[in-house]
């Protein structure tokens, strides 16, 4: 996946979360439903923004941005702060 691309994808994560909370505030969906949606959102965008850092880093180490790889949920979720 190209940076375009994630990028793409990155704003298509805020627009869902934008619906989400419309559609809460409209009382379409609990609050719980939206916790759990939000959360699957965030993860989704984690992953994103890791393999955009992953991409920028290879490249400065003069290595091929396309070598990065989308990690698992739990390892980037995983990660200590």
């Known amino acids: 996946m190209q940076d375009k691309q994630i990028h793409e994808r990155l704003q298509e994560l805020v627009d869902k979360e934008h ?3 419309e559609r ?3 009382g379409e969906i609990t609050p719980d439903e939206e916790h759990a949606r939000l ?3 965030e993860i989704a965008r984690d992953q994103s923004w890791d393999l955009l850092r992953q ?4 490249r400065e180490a ?5 070598d990065a790889r989308e990690r ?3 390892e980037v979720e995983g990660y200590l702060q």
């Open 39 to 41: 959360r699957e959102i």
């Open 62 to 66: 003069g290595a091929d941005p396309d």
């Open 19 to 21: 619906e989400l909370r």
């Open 24 to 26: 809460l505030g409209r």
């Open 72 to 74: 698992s949920a739990g």
């Open 55 to 58: 991409r920028q880093a290879l």
